[in-house]
């Protein structure tokens, strides 16, 4: 899988951004490397708060799971 980060400079000479395919991954950085290693980092915390709050939803619940494998 590849994630597109859409990128900006501030005005403060920060780059701040965003993974397009997941809005909600958000950070910045001094530089655009340091963005694209923090919005990775935002993308799995992101993947990890999403897990734990969905797997709650099926506590008790006789449910089936199932790896998906993106290619």
């Known amino acids: 899988m590849t994630l597109t980060a859409i990128i900006e400079k ?12 997941f809005p909600a991954a958000i950070s910045q950085g001094k530089s655009i490397e340091e963005l694209k290693a923090n919005l990775l980092d935002a993308f799995s915390l992101l993947m990890e708060v999403n897990k734990e709050t ?10 089936i799971r199932e790896n998906l494998l993106l290619v």
């Not at 501030?10 to 395919?21: A, H, L, R």
């Not at 969905?54 to 006789?62: A, F, M």
């Open 10 to 21: 501030s005005n403060d000479g920060w780059y701040v951004g965003q993974i397009e395919e």
């Open 54 to 63: 969905t797997g709650k939803q099926y506590v008790d619940k006789d449910v």
